[in-house]
């Protein structure tokens, strides 16, 4: 006679383990990084963090305002207080173990400006056609604003004629 297992109690938390440590860890690792006396460090901002499964491991992503010029110094400068950062993690984070700390600039945001800079730049952008009328300087919707209103007249005028 065996007795039937209870359910495991459902977890009052609304996303992954893993979701909440990368965000736990983004703030902490942000915080410290402030009080971290490193003028490589002083336009340097955490973007995300990557924690796997087994909380082993953990890649930093961050971005500065140096751009890719900085990058050497700024993982130098991480690389080098990598171990006080991963101390701060540990003594503020309720877990098990520390994950390692290693860090990577963020391609992501990068890539981002790379694109809006391509999209905001006007050499490439298309030639716009010349209208049929041979005004090439009317803007499309204000030609046909015009056509409407020009509509709206003969229509008027269709219907005092009748």
Same mark, same amino acid.
């Given at each position: ?28 690792? #942000? =915080?410290? %990084? ?5 003028? !490589?460090?002083? @336009?340097?901002?955490?973007? *995300?963090?990557?924690?796997? +499964? ?17 990058? #050497? =110094?700024? %993982? ?5 207080? !990598?171990?006080? @950062?991963?101390?701060?993690? *540990?003594?503020?984070?309720? +877990? ?67």
């Amino acid at each position: 006679m065996s007795r039937a297992r209870r359910p495991a109690p459902s977890s009052t938390h609304r996303y992954p383990r893993t979701a909440r440590l990368n965000t736990s860890l983004r703030e902490i690792l #942000a =915080d410290e %990084l402030t009080r971290i006396d490193d003028e !490589r460090l002083d @336009l340097v901002t955490i973007t *995300a963090i990557d924690v796997d +499964a087994e909380l082993n491991r953990a890649i930093v992503f961050f971005d500065s305002l140096d751009g890719p010029a900085g990058d #050497a =110094d700024i %993982l130098d400068a991480l690389n080098s207080h !990598r171990v006080r @950062l991963q101390g701060s993690v *540990a003594r503020q984070i309720r +877990a098990k173990k520390t994950p390692i700390l290693s860090f990577r600039p963020d391609e992501v945001i990068r890539s981002a400006e790379h694109i809006q800079q391509i999209l905001s730049a006007t050499d490439t952008l298309p030639e716009r056609p010349p209208s049929p009328d041979g005004d090439a300087d009317a803007d499309a919707d204000g030609d046909a604003d015009a056509e409407a209103e020009a509509d709206a007249e003969a229509a008027a005028e269709d219907d005092g004629e009748a």
